[in-house]
């Protein structure tokens, strides 16, 4: 049978392929060490849980409006009036199963076919695949490793045709950890009001940073903005709750509402269960702050470990969960032809799992999640700059 040309062109997310990999490899009894993992290490916090139990025994269980249950509509607006200083009433706020999903109906409501998304490079595996499902062209900018992966504004400038239609921005980000400042939001977005170019605002990982930096919206930044502007962000890291899928867009009215009806015909929903519990996740407590000290923690000690490895260099994110360290020196020296080959060997040799970087579209690099525990950590450290010594020698 023939496959619909859309899914020809996909390619498999690398973040998924290795942590299957990895759990394959042990169920097969082998000691493997998976930093690939995009979620945190925690289970999701006694009161949610105790939330969704109530929700069950009060039997609400059954469909709710496309967009979301009323209650979290509300609270999700509670939230960016008090953490952003934005304003959304329930109508620009749509709920969706997960945030990989507000991207991917996004998308599907926004583009035509052939119209152009600037997704700057390194990105996350799936902005692409989705630009692509939706018949849109993903337009890759290299963001440099010496602007510690941020887009200039004359960069996107330059990127911008009659056929782009939006520019994704994903601060802090998924691979880097990178943050954009407010100075270089503003400047992004005076380009994007420019040319007409709508925002596609990433704030995923936004309760995650952990130098002392403030979060910035670029949607505060001005009205102009706010309106040129649609936020993705959802409860999955900052509590916890990746497999419960439920993540929120919040933007132009015609645009959530373009969303709205069509989550009607392919999701009906999201679970009903899991909205009450991202409601308890609102409106009775905050993120989890001890995750995020043990978080910072982790991230000290990766970071110091992965620079006494030879050949290995690392820009020192600020935000979310990963490492994106520079590994070209050491497969070279090792005798790898690739980054992706020297990914291969490490994980059959010395059993650690990492995500090569071509998977974000950034051939030298690779990705390690620290949310894992720090023996883990330590250990994984220690067998990569082993493999690194021994293939050097």
């Known amino acids: ?3 619909a040309k859309r899914v020809k062109t996909l390619s498999p997310s690398s973040t998924l392929a290795i942590t299957a990999k990895a759990k394959e490899l042990k169920q097969q009894g082998h000691d493997v060490i998976g930093l690939g993992a995009g979620e945190p290490d925690f289970n999701t916090p006694q009161y949610i849980l105790d939330a969704a139990t109530e929700a069950m025994n009060e039997g609400k269980t059954k469909y709710t409006p496309s967009g979301g249950v009323p209650e979290l509509k509300k609270a999700i607006a509670k939230k960016f009036a008090e953490d952003n200083q934005l304003h959304y009433t329930a109508d620009q706020i749509v709920v969706t199963t997960g945030a990989k999903h507000a991207l991917y109906t996004l998308f599907q409501v926004l583009l035509d076919e052939g119209e152009e998304v600037i997704v700057p490079t390194p990105y996350w595996v799936s902005y692409p695949e989705q630009v692509k499902l939706a018949g849109g062209t993903p337009i890759f900018v290299t963001a440099r490793e010496e602007n510690q992966f941020k887009l ?9 045709t009659k056929k782009t239609k939006a520019v994704v921005i994903n601060s802090p980000s998924n691979p ?3 943050m954009y400042s407010k100075e270089e939001l503003q400047a992004l977005g005076e380009v994007c009001l420019k040319h007409d170019v709508l925002i596609v605002s990433d704030e995923i990982y936004e309760k995650l940073i952990y130098t002392g930096d403030e979060h910035v919206s670029i949607a505060q930044l001005s009205n102009a903005l706010y309106q040129q502007t649609v936020i993705i962000n959802g409860v999955s890291k900052s509590h916890a709750m990746t497999g419960w899928r439920i993540g929120y867009a919040a933007g132009p009215k015609e645009i959530i509402k ?4 069509l989550a009607s015909h392919s999701t009906s929903n999201p679970t009903s269960v899991a909205q009450y519990a991202a409601l308890a996740a609102y409106e009775q407590g905050g993120e989890l702050s001890e995750m995020k000290k043990v978080f910072a923690e982790r991230l000290e000690l990766l970071y110091d470990l ?3 490895i030879p050949g290995v260099t690392c820009i020192k994110p600020k935000g979310a969960f990963y490492l994106f360290p520079n590994v ?12 992706d080959d020297f990914v ?3 994980l059959e040799e010395e059993k650690v ?5 071509s998977g974000f579209g950034s051939n030298d690099n690779i990705r390690l999640s620290y949310a894992t525990s720090t023996e883990a950590l330590q250990e994984a450290a220690k067998r990569i700059k082993d493999f690194v010594i021994k293939h050097q020698a």
């Open 1 to 3: 049978m023939n496959l």
């Open 306 to 308: 992965l620079l006494d």
């Open 353 to 357: 799992a990492v995500v090569p970087g």
């Open 328 to 339: 070209k020196e050491a497969a070279t020296k090792c005798g790898f032809s690739s980054v």
């Open 258 to 261: 373009a969303m709205t009806n």
């Open 344 to 346: 291969a060997a490490l």
């Open 176 to 178: 880097t950890g990178m």
């Open 152 to 160: 200039t504004p004359q960069e996107l400038e330059a990127a911008i």
